[in-house]
């Protein structure tokens, strides 16, 4: 028997660990594949980096990160790094939950 994850799996038994890798338990071990899709193989395909980021990524399911340019970041270089701008006219700035608000005297 295999064991994944608190689950017990007989010799011949497979399941899948996320949308990109299947598992068989062969012989009371895990033998587990990267299936053969181009979002599986190459995570960068879909570019999921915004703002001319870099993506960096090696097969598996969503096994990638991007590497943001200057003036941004997040996950996914979404969000700028510095929103507010150094002068606003009689208001001042804040960031909350990936919006900058503009609060007027």
């Not at 017990?8 to 053969?36: F, I, R």
């Not at 001319?52 to 996950?75: E, Q, R, V």
Request: hydrophobic share 20%; with cysteine; charged share 15%.
């Amino acid at each position: 028997f295999c064991q994944w994850q608190e689950r017990s799996y007989a010799p011949g038994d497979s399941w899948s660990t996320d949308p990109c890798t299947t598992c068989t338990c062969k012989m009371g071990l895990s033998e587990c594949v990267t299936l053969e899709s181009i979002e599986c193989q190459d995570p960068c395909s879909n570019s999921p980096c915004f703002n001319g980021a870099t993506c960096i990524g090696s097969p598996g399911y969503l096994n990638y990160h991007c590497k943001c340019p200057p003036d941004w970041m997040g996950s996914k270089c979404h969000l700028p790094s510095h929103p507010c701008p150094t002068y606003t006219r009689n208001a001042t700035c804040a960031v909350n939950q990936q919006r900058t608000l503009y609060i007027y005297d």
